[in-house]
């Protein structure tokens, strides 16, 4: 099996994908690739943007020297949509992320349903393999 | 002419405390409806409730199932714009099937323009997900019952947001076209001029989006150059649109710089492509500014019913009007691409 050369990571400023993007970056230093963080910026985001392209969130950057993962490695998108809708978009051109990595459950949502996942949604639908972090995990 | 409204139905439970899709929408689309003073000449039918057969022809079985679950085991956030209350679903049937009964009566009395005031909104709502505040797409419920009777739809959306919903759904259907002017980039992120329907449907769908500023001439030159040729090839035998009112100046969800003038035209506008009188229905979408929404749903309404509109004027100026020609060639280059390789793979 090829290693992995590009992890695409869900991010909405929650604690489940912070836990998500740690993982990614810790995965990335095995397999060499890059990690791209995307934020969807959603319909009522244009009361209030909460992320702007081109400036990776301070608290991203902490992490990544956290993990000691190169900056250099670390990309930062805004894209418009719904969280499933563009982390699957990030599957293809141009940044044909080979794995897809999103933490088990965001802000404010139930367990055990299909609607209002987004990691079910985004494994339901995706074209390569998903990596659904739960949010205790600590690593070993 | 008369107008086919859908009857009240009660909506309110539908609510997220400061959420902007709020009853309160529906409220300003009726005062509009009233400040017609149509009197006899409005045509209020009753509120239908979407049977699942009416809409299994656009959403998959199990994701009726799951939103009805969902709903009637209380409700929640579905994503970071759309939610769900315990009545929601009950109140997204009535949305959805009330179509289809101005529909029903537009038939009858070969006569007439239609107006569905219904809400949630529902042209991001794909086949198998809810998204964008939108649970049912209830225009495209209202196609695709149309299409089953042997109609040709033409659908309208200018709503300021790409109607990624109703575009997926018809995307390989030769018998719908999609054609949707947008601000871009903007939410959904789809809507790209190269998207331009599925192997069956090539050409039937058309996507003009328009930078941040753009203005009513702009828009209407967009219909105008790159949908109308298509429009005519296609002979619509009916008109739907999917009338969002957010590309108004001062709706706070976008930026485009419509006036109430512009809607009026562009009414007046798409009530053209329409073959006889009673094939033209509106459905409300978005708009979350409550008095441009109900003067531009004023506007749309009294110039497709033929009479003047004496509001705001239309808007001109804004950016976009050089690059609608490159988006017509772009879109002609990607429908040359696309059956050049069907050409290939059929020889092969």
Redesign the interface.
Known sequence: MKPFQSIAVGYDGSHDATVAARWAMEAAKDFGAVVTIVHATGLREHLHQQYVPDVTPPELIALAQECAFEESGLHWLVANGDPCSVLLRMASPPINADMLVVGSRGEGKREGLLLGSTSLEVAEHASVPVVVVPSSYVER | MVLVVNETFDDSSHEDAG??ERPDRLVAARTAIDDLHLDEDLVVVPAHSATREELVRVHIGNYLD??S??CYSGG???????YATLNSFTIAKYAAGSGLAVIDELQRRNDGVGFVAARPPGH?ALAD?????CLLNNVAVAAAALRSQGERVLIVDWDV?HG?GTQQIFWDVPEVLYVSTHQW??????GSVNEVGGRHATDRTVNIPLPPGATGDVVRRGIDEMAGPVIDAFDPTWVLVSAGFDAHRED???DLRLTSGDFALMARGVSDYAPQPGRLVMFLEGGYDLDALRSSIHASLSAALGQTYDGESPSNGGPGTEQIERMRQARRSTIELLHTSDDEESTR
């Open positions: 959420h902007p799951e939103l679950a969902y929640g956030d579905i994503d970071q714009d759309t991001h997900r809810a998204m964008g505040f947001h990624n980039p903007l939410f959904p992120g789809t706070p969800m976008a």
